[in-house]
């Protein structure tokens, strides 16, 4: 199993909306990824988790909130967000010096 | 500053022509170099990954090269299908404290017409 699964897959919310993306692989990788990625630009790093703990954090606001429950498992809990915040966001997961797997990523769009 | 810039910024070709997209960067200390295929507003596939022994890695129609000397990747794509629409995505992955640290380029932008 070569997957890294987000769900869902599309999701419109309200600016006062709560809700929560997640991202889940079976392949043992201790290193797992939030990207946001605007159209026509590439991925940025939001989040990086290390054994299941935040490792970098690349100064997002906190109206996004990350969480490693366990090895498998990644979320991003979505709170009082702008419409700026619309775009895809992409999950992965890597072991170290390896390539990097990703999702197929969630389209936000934020109304 | 880690850096990774990738050339042309678009292009487009006939179905059936090769085409060769070009990455250079300023990453250290490199540890691999990816290219990813990105469908629009679809997450990346990973199309080959290379370390720094090794110069060129194919993967079906697509082969990439990597001169560690200079910085400098390509990816070659032959006989190009109408499904090679998409963007590509030079990584380039260096240590960093956490372990690894993912610079992307910008992507070129291909389009294969009929």
């Known amino acids: 199993d070569t997957e890294v699964t987000q769900t869902p897959k599309h999701l419109v919310m309200g600016m006062t909306n709560k809700k929560s993306l997640k991202c889940e692989q079976h392949?043992?990788?201790?290193?797992m990824y939030w990207y946001k990625q605007k159209a026509k630009k590439p991925p940025e790093l939001m989040f990086v988790?290390?054994?299941?703990?935040?490792?970098i954090n690349e100064s997002v606001p906190s109206r996004f909130s990350p969480e490693c429950p366990n090895s498998s498992l990644l979320n991003l809990h979505l709170h009082a967000l702008q419409p700026e915040d619309s775009a895809l966001y992409l999950c992965?997961?890597?072991?170290?010096?390896?390539?990097?797997?990703f999702g197929q990523g969630t389209r936000l769009t934020v109304v | 500053k880690n850096q990774v810039e990738q050339s042309p910024q678009s292009l487009i070709i006939l179905e059936g022509k090769n085409c060769t997209l070009q990455?250079?960067?300023?990453?250290?200390?490199?540890?691999?170099l990816r290219w990813y295929k990105q469908d629009t507003g679809r997450g990346p596939v990973s199309l080959t990954i290379?370390?720094?022994?090794?110069n060129t890695k194919s993967n079906g129609r697509y082969t990439a090269t990597l001169d560690a000397d200079t910085k400098q990747s390509s990816l070659h794509i032959t006989a190009s299908q109408l499904s090679d629409s998409a963007s590509y995505i030079c990584?380039?992955?260096?240590?960093?404290?956490?372990?690894?640290?993912?610079?992307f380029g910008p992507g070129t932008r291909l389009s294969v017409l009929p």
């Open positions: 992965a997961s890597s072991q170290w010096g390896r390539e990097a797997f």
């Open positions: 392949m043992g990788h201790r290193a």
């Open positions: 988790y290390s054994y299941e703990k935040l490792s």
């Open positions: 990455c250079n960067y300023t990453v250290s200390p490199f540890s691999n």
């Open positions: 290379m370390t720094f022994s090794e």
């Open positions: 990584v380039v992955s260096a240590f960093g404290n956490y372990g690894q640290n993912f610079v």
